[in-house]
Nanobody, 127 residues
Framework: QVQLVESGGGQVQAGGSLRLSCAAS????????MGWFRQAPGKAREFVAA????????YYADSVKGRFTISRDNAKNTVYLQTNNLKPEDTAVYYC????????????????????WGQGTQVTVSS
């Protein structure tokens, strides 16, 4: 069983930044592919970013490419999402997720590929 706890959300003005964190339980964090998703009110949950086990590979949704950066610290069992130049349309609950089964370099974008989820952290961007 893997437990994921997100933090770092908040309310910012457009153009601002937030650093989201996701702390994972367990001794095998370095074997998980990690992803971030988000869900805006009235919309389906969508993929944001994913990172390989070592952090050497990343993949982003087009809507956040160039503004968001995913990273991880395996010594701290933590994955991060640095969000810059935030826009009102980035307002959503942000979730981290762990994929414990896929091959090391496969960065899944579908929710069904991820096995464990955090409870989410709210990000609100005002114009």
């Amino acid at each position: 069983q893997v437990q994921l706890v997100e933090s770092g959300g908040g309310q910012v003005q457009a153009g601002g930044s937030l650093r989201l964190s996701c702390a994972a339980s367990g001794r095998t964090f370095s074997t998980y592919i990690m992803g971030w998703f988000r869900q805006a009110p009235g919309k389906a949950r969508e993929f944001v970013a994913a990172i390989t086990r070592t952090g050497g590979g990343t993949y982003y949704a087009d809507s956040v490419k160039g503004r968001f950066t995913i990273s991880r610290d395996n010594a701290k069992n933590t994955v991060y999402l640095q969000t810059n130049n935030l826009k009102p349309e980035d307002t959503a609950v942000y979730y981290c997720a762990a994929d414990v089964k896929s091959s090391p370099y496969y960065l899944a974008t579908a929710m069904a590929e991820y096995d464990y989820w955090g409870q989410g952290t709210q990000v609100t961007v005002s114009s």
